[in-house]
T-cell receptor
Framework: RKEVEQDPGPFNVPEGATVAFNCTYS??????FFWYRQDCRKEPKLLMS???SGNEDGRFTAQLNRASQYISLLIRDSKLSDSATYLC???????????FGQGTTLQVKP | NAGVTQTPKFQVLKTGQSMTLQCAQD?????MYWYRQDPGMGLRLIYY???????DKGEVPNGYNVSRLNKREFSLRLESAAPSQTSVYFC???????????FGPGTRLTVT
């Protein structure tokens, strides 16, 4: 099993739709999780951090299911500007290093 | 306040040539990282430096060397470039004990 696994997509949704991505992780001891957003040919940028059961920021909600070892990212009322690749990221123990998933690509269409 | 800067933005090398990728930060973070990103492979850690004067290998260090010149700068050197090193290279920074990392704009390297 990969340490961090994501469905690469692409997810093609119309504007205004709600879309959710899942990410599974293998290390049950992981305590913190991150979602990064990466626009085409740009650097990854931190979108959300998840330290407990979940986090919400406007239209974006991240939820953590420790029993099943997955994290989800929910985007409500999708905008064209949400089109990007979303990277699920898990720290590698206490090393300060991060493990990146391959990313899930979202295309929001008018 | 530029955050993390990388030079050059683009580079084309012939097999066997050498080059150094430069990374500099103005955020006073201790940790610095070099990643490569390839299609379908995600971001993979090449080397990292937890503080000035220390460096350590990541997942894919072969063919690379690094130098942490001071707290601000962390360079990545390819001594003898190979086509397999064609990739996008990102430098990132982070604070000790904090897992969020901040990335530079990347260097797109092609080795022919």
């Amino acid at each position: 099993r990969k340490e961090v696994e994501q469905d690469p997509g692409p997810f093609n949704v119309p504007e205004g739709a709600t879309v959710a991505f899942n990410c599974t992780y293998s290390n049950s001891a992981s305590q913190s999780f991150f979602w990064y957003r990466q626009d085409c040919r740009k650097e990854p940028k931190l979108l959300m951090s998840v330290y407990s059961s979940g986090n919400e920021d406007g239209r974006f909600t991240a939820q953590l299911n420790r029993a099943s070892q997955y994290i989800s990212l929910l985007i409500r009322d999708s905008k064209l500007s949400d089109s990007a690749t979303y990277l699920c990221v898990v720290p590698r123990g206490n090393t300060g290093k991060l493990i990146f998933g391959q990313g899930t690509t979202l295309q929001v269409k008018p | 306040n530029a955050g993390v800067t990388q030079t050059p933005k683009f580079q084309v090398l012939k097999t066997g040539q050498s080059m150094t990728l430069q990374c500099a930060q103005d955020m006073n973070h201790n940790s610095m990282y070099w990643y490569r990103q390839d299609p379908g492979m995600g971001l993979r850690l090449i080397y990292y430096s937890a503080s000035e004067g220390t460096t350590d290998k990541g997942e894919v260090p072969n063919g690379y060397n690094v130098s942490r010149l001071n707290k601000r700068e962390f360079s990545l050197r390819l001594e003898s470039a190979a086509p397999s090193q064609t990739s996008v290279y990102f430098c990132a920074i982070g604070r000790e004990g904090i897992y969020e990392q901040y990335f530079g704009p990347g260097t797109r390297l092609t080795v022919t």
